[in-house]
């Protein structure tokens, strides 16, 4: 689906509603994977926790990556593409580009301890 910047602040503007979307490149495979549809939580940055799936803007699209950290001004998120050959952290991100938290597919407890203990000593 395509969204402009303009539809990304409207959607911004209706905090704890939620929104459906698709996903439409392999980021985020095995566990996403391209053509499915995900339900985001629209909220704040602060909602948001380290191994969360969340949703932003970048460079006129949205995208959709695992939350590693945030701080006052920014957010670094990382993709599940190609960890088993190269692990890079995405480029920050200001907090204002923050759209929301992936609710489904939710990622349980054992996949996000399965993240942290594979990627503990990388990041």
Known sequence: MNYSYKHFLILK???NKTMNTRIVSDSMSPWIQTGAYIKVKICPLEEA???DVVLFWR?????CHIL???N????RT???RDLEHFITLDA??????FLGVVM???FGFLQKFLLKLRFRKVF
Do not use: G
């Not at 460079?59 to 995208?63: T, V, Y």
């Open 13 to 15: 503007s209706r905090a």
């Open 59 to 63: 460079k006129d699209k949205f995208i």
């Open 104 to 106: 489904q597919p939710q």
């Open 92 to 97: 920050p991100s200001h907090r204002s580009n």
């Open 49 to 51: 926790k380290p191994w």
């Open 72 to 75: 006052l001004s920014t957010f």
């Open 68 to 70: 590693k950290e945030k």
């Open 78 to 80: 990382f993709p599940l």
